[in-house]
């Protein structure tokens, strides 16, 4: 199977049945990873990369993030001690959640008890100023980053860069992309980029780029997918966060999914 630098998130309140055949359908159209959101405690982390991995062989998989004002890290480890998931093959998402004080110190924290209890697990952390992204390229395998413009990008790989100073390799970057085609895509990006806002960090992050109107694509197909991630640094990983009209519905997902399917022109290497 070949696979892409492009990976895909599909929604995490889809259940495990429905993460089970999206996780199998991302494998089979060639994204190089497969990735599940955190939606309160509906369903716990563990079993919802345990439903992605059900009917896939070789792609990553990817929780972005686990909010640890939510999840206690121990409780994290004792669950993943007592499933059969291959940790080889999972990235591990964390992010402060709505921490006001001390996030800097309990995300920390939290990756030296992963890190001391599961040495073959890739570590991400969520991030967005500059200390946090600083954190992530000083302790982090890989660093959750979102709603960012090419130039923001840029400007957050260099501070990630500057954390990891002295490392031998700086921890890899996951880019989500809200991706809405149709007629009405642009207004539902508006509408997830509202949502977002709701909450003070999101709310921050979003003035520091100047209020943008929309951060996202509006494609339907991959020619276009390809154009809109053009700008953007080549050494992140790009992954696909659709926004499909029907959102809550599995086959609408995997509709999406084979028709943003990664094209033959951006495979790297043959498995």
């Known amino acids: 199977m070949r696979t892409s630098r492009w990976g895909i998130c599909v929604e995490g309140s889809l259940g495990p049945a429905g993460l089970e055949q999206l996780g199998y359908e991302a494998e089979q159209c060639g994204y190089s990873s497969v990735w599940t959101n955190v939606i309160g405690y509906e369903q716990h982390p563990v079993d ?3 439903a992605l991995a059900r009917r896939t062989t070789t792609i990553d998989l990817g929780v972005g993030v ?18 059969g998931l291959d940790r ?6 964390i992010g402060a959640g709505q921490i006001r004080r001390g996030a800097l110190d309990a995300v920390t924290e939290a990756i030296l008890q992963l890190r001391s209890a599961w040495s073959d697990l890739r570590i991400g952390v969520g991030a967005y100023g500059p200390r946090m992204l600083q954190l992530a390229g000083r302790l982090a395998d890989a660093v959750n980053l979102n709603w ?10 260099a501070q990630i860069d500057r954390g990891a100073a002295g490392r031998t390799e ?13 007629p009405d ?10 949502m977002y806002a709701q909450y003070p960090v999101h709310q921050r992050h979003q003035k520091e780029l100047g209020d943008q109107v929309l951060i996202g694509m509006t494609v339907d197909d991959p020619a276009g997918l390809a154009v809109g991630l053009s700008s953007y640094p ?5 992954v696909l966060r659709p926004l499909p009209e029907g959102r809550n519905s ?8 084979r028709r943003l399917a990664p094209p033959d022109g951006d495979m790297e290497k043959e498995q």
């Open 234 to 238: 080549a050494d992140c990983h790009h």
């Open 170 to 182: 700086a921890p890899t970057c996951y880019l989500y992309h809200r991706v809405a085609g149709g």
């Open 185 to 194: 895509g642009a207004s539902r990006l508006r509408a997830e980029m509202e």
């Open 148 to 157: 960012m413009t090419a130039e923001r990008l840029e400007w957050a790989m």
């Open 250 to 257: 599995v086959a609408a997902w995997a509709e999406v999914l």
């Open 66 to 83: 686990i909010p640890i004002d939510r999840h206690r890290t121990d409780e994290l480890i004792a669950r993943l001690a007592s499933s």
């Open 88 to 93: 080889a093959r999972w990235i591990a998402g």
């Open 48 to 50: 919802m990369m345990e």
